[in-house]
């Protein structure tokens, strides 16, 4: 994958959109609070299998983590249900993050240069294929979200000495079109879904073909549905602007629907 | 036991049974949506146009998408090259979204990426069960 910087709608003055961070300096901050708070859970990082999931990939695939984009305020660790121990037992080396009490699985920072982590939960051995469900532990329950299995570790990202897991492009695109929020969130699944179609290389678009052929017909929809959706949401602030990729959308879009007639 | 988490486990599933509900019922008139909604991406530019415009393409032999008919009010939806679009001097541009200025056109025109295959969408006939706009 050949990394590329993504552009993000910029805001207007230096105002407070939405709840985004606004200005590029403040962008700038967040990609040096995102890389620090990821060295305080480098440990966890270590354990095979963790995944940096959510909207936070986009911002590390672009060059040098360089992280225009600025979805939320947290960032999430995907935990395969199979290293849940592994991961429990390196709790204990995080530094700079305290458990939340009443959401054991969210990590709260304790001083303003690091960000939230949330410790989510996928099933890639299918033990309990296509299901959410909870993990029941004191220290680190999990929730598993049921598309998670989708995602495959890609090459990890040496950012500053850093080794960071990420999932292959396909995986987490497919994931985030397969998005059933509504409304603010579910927009801002989509478009991290762009940020990660904008990355992808004429490979990471074969292996989504390939994984595609694999889901269900209703998850297929479901992604076509999604799809449809992205080339038609109005541009946001720090956000990739959808309008001058709706011609790719529109082309991914046919790919889908070829593999439909072929089966 | 973690009840927030349950909670929002809860939740998660809730809205994948929702989403089955919805693939069953894609074929009626809840899957309007993702229909209109897929012919919009293919379309680069999306302009309404007049009532008279959409008459003469019609009765010109030009077959309004399917699509629209499932709209109440019905839309007329046309994709058109780009000299077909320019030969209507009334037309006004709109955003290709679902957004209230497009849903309120009784003619759209429509202008498809470069590329894109336009022919899918009006595979069905449906000449004469659009009603026509006065």
Known sequence: ?263 | MNEALHERARRARERALIRACEYRQRHYANGVWFRFRRVLVDAAEAWIIGDDDGNRLENGGRVPLPVGRELAPPIRVFFLSKEELEAISDRRQVPARLCAELLHAGNLALLAHAGVETAKYTSIACTSATPRRK
């Open chain 1, 1 to 263: 994958m050949i990394p590329r910087r993504l552009e993000a709608v910029r805001p207007v003055a230096s105002t407070i959109h939405g709840g985004y961070t606004s200005s590029t300096e403040e962008s700038l901050d967040f990609r040096t609070r995102l890389l620090r708070t990821l060295r305080a859970v480098e440990p966890v990082l270590g354990v095979q299998g963790v995944l940096i999931a959510g909207s936070e990939v986009p911002n590390l695939l672009q060059p040098d983590a360089e992280s225009t984009l600025v979805v939320s305020q947290d960032v999430d660790i995907a935990v395969p249900v199979q290293r849940h121990a592994a991961v429990k037992a390196r709790l204990t080396e995080l530094r700079g993050l305290l458990r939340a009490e009443a959401e054991p699985s969210v990590w709260l920072p304790q001083s303003p240069d690091l960000i939230e982590v949330n410790f989510i939960g996928m099933d890639t051995g299918n033990e309990r294929p296509g299901e959410t469900y909870v993990l029941e532990d004191s220290e680190l329950p999990l929730l598993v979200f049921a598309h998670l299995s989708l995602l495959r570790p890609g090459k990890a990202l040496n950012v500053e000495g850093l080794e960071i897991p990420v999932p292959r492009p396909s995986g987490l695109l497919l994931e985030k079109l397969l998005t059933d929020r509504s409304a603010e969130k579910g927009d801002r699944d989509l478009l991290v879904a762009l940020g990660v179609l904008l990355v992808s290389e004429p490979r990471d678009l074969e292996e989504l073909e390939t994984q595609y052929r694999g889901l269900s017909a209703e998850l297929r929809y479901a992604v076509r549905s999604g799809l449809s959706m992205l080339s038609l949401l109005e541009p946001r602030v720090q956000m990739p602007d959808p309008t001058p990729h709706r011609a790719l959308v529109a082309g991914l879009m046919a790919r889908l629907e070829r593999l439909e007639q072929d089966r």
